[in-house]
Every structure is written in structure tokens, then in C-alpha cells.
């Protein structure tokens, strides 16, 4: 399946996470710089107070304390130390020479402004790193699918318009003993059903599939999903389920089948045009429980919720394949998909 949107998050994981940590740490390294005194001087300066506070459940202090500079005395105080001191006691301090008000802990806050500033750049450089070594693992990645035979390319098919297809809702059935999957037609009529008949802890889980249309029923294993990094890449996941024994996605290329989703799916809904044979076969589109207009307006339901739910439109009538081919898609789902 080709998800242009799940290989865009995929691509710019490390971009996303580290591009923002770097900048954060160049600003504030640079703000620190700028504001840091070029030179610092020691002084002892002496504890007068300690002011207690309550901060995340936490006691924290305020401890304030007096020194000398050039025969004046100042005062100052330092926050969130986690124990009073002791009045009287005597405390390192440093002041910059040119304004004895401002003071300090420490006298190395260049130095931590330059290692924020390193540390920021070095975040983005990897954050572009990232991009160019994940652009160039994709190109790398769909090399190897042509010269496998293309099973994982997809046609570029026009999907058909709804108004000349056939209308199904595809919703998870959790109010039953068999919890599964339930196909409608328009008119809410169950022409399709794919109960859970065994919920394995350990191993295979088994669905009956059963046409009502045909009268028909078939019984299939369903592996768990399976979740795995790919070369340990920053915030990349691929996902599958075995059907069967056999990738689901192995077994609905065989058949000649492909999805393609991409940006310019209706948000917040993700809209699959799937073909078959170089041919269109069905459009796929996650939904709300409450599909039809009449519903919406009734619950009020505008925004979809949760990834159990499908509208399809199609007027083929291999509604096995049609179904296999959402089960493939919301099962992957609900394991964070690639």
C-alpha cells in the first residue's frame, strides 16, 4: 500500500524531532551569549534568608544573600534551591564587572551558552542528515520493489464517481459474542460478516467470513500484527498481519491488487482508491460509526472517530476481495501503520 502520508512522517521523523531541539538550543545558547558577561568576579557573599514555597507538590527556597563590592553591599537571592541554608553561612558567588546587581552561581555561562549553540547546530545537522540518508533509503527501497517485479507499485486509476457505484459500510461488530466485522449495503441490509470465532492468546486468531449474498462461509487464521523498525531508522515502523500464513500484503498483490492514498485525502477522514489489475475496483474512505446523512444530522457526528469504521464504493461483486482489502487496511491501522 502506498501511503504518501505515512512515507512523508516516515521521511521527516528525525527532521520533525530534532530540527525543533535545535533551533530551541541555538536561540536560547544565543540569548544567553549575548546576555553573559565577558568577565566574571568572585565574591563571598553572606546568607541572610531563606524563603520557603510550594512548586509540583515540591518544597522549594529562596535563598537570599548579601555581598560586597568596592565597599557597597548588595543583595540578591537564588531560586529553587531544594534546601534552605544556613543564615549566616558563607556562599560563592560571581558578579560581572561591569554591574555588580548582576550575579551568578557560576562563572561559566559563556561556556554553557557556546555548548548549547554546538549542541543546537550539531541537532540540526543531523535533522538534515536524516532527510537526505531517508530520501535516499525510499529511492533505494523502490528500486528493489521494480526489480522484484513491482509488487509494491501502484497505478495511477481514476477512481469512478459515488454516484455510479455501489454503496457499502464496513463497521467493527463489538456488541456481539463474535466480535468482528459487519459489510452493509445502503439500505443497512447485512449482506457480509467476519466474526471472530477464536481469540487466541498465543498464535493465530480465527474469523469466519461468511456471505450472505452467496451463501457462503470460509474460515481463516489471523496472525497478530506484527510491528518492526527498519534498520533501527528515527521514529520508522512498518506493519503487517499474516493471513493464513501469507503477508496480507503479499496476498492482495497476488491478486492484483493495489491502494494508494495520499495529502489530498479529505481530512480528517483517509481516502484509498484501490485498483485491481492496473483497473479501478473501489474507493475506501475511513468514517464515523453514523455514515448517512440522516445520522450525522441526527448525532451530530462531524468529525470521524476511531479507524473501525468505512464507507466503500464499488461495482464489483467480489465483495470478499473487497472486504480482505479492508480488513488489510484497518487491521494494519490499529498498529501504527506505515
Sequence with gaps: MENKLARLSRTTGGLRFFLPVGIILIVFGIFLLINAPKEYLPVTGTVTNNESYLEDGSTLYNVYFSYNVDGKTYENYFSDFTEAEEIG????????????NAISNTKNSRLIAVIMIVVGLAAAA???YSLIRNVKKNKAMDEQT????GAGET???????KQSLTEYYVLFDGNSLKPGYLVEDKNRNVIYTAAMTKNAAVGNRTFTFTDRTLGRTTEHAVGHTTTQSFENDFFSTSSYFKFDGKNIWDLLHEKGVRIK???RSQFPKTVFTVSRGGRFFATIETSSK????????????????????????TNERDIDLLFLTVFAISETEQAVVE
Design 89 to 100: 553561612s558563607e556562599i560563592q558567588l560571581y558578579y560581572d564587572a561591569t554591574n555588580p
Design 126 to 128: 543531523f535533522a538534515v
Design 146 to 149: 521494480k526489480l522484484a517485479g
Design 155 to 161: 497505478q495511477d486509476v481514476t477512481p469512478l464517481p
Design 261 to 263: 492514498t495520499d495529502l
Design 290 to 313: 453514523y455514515v448517512h446523512e440522516e445520522d450525522e444530522a441526527q448525532h451530530k457526528v462531524k468529525i470521524p472517530v476511531g479507524r473501525y469504521y468505512y464507507r466503500c464504493w
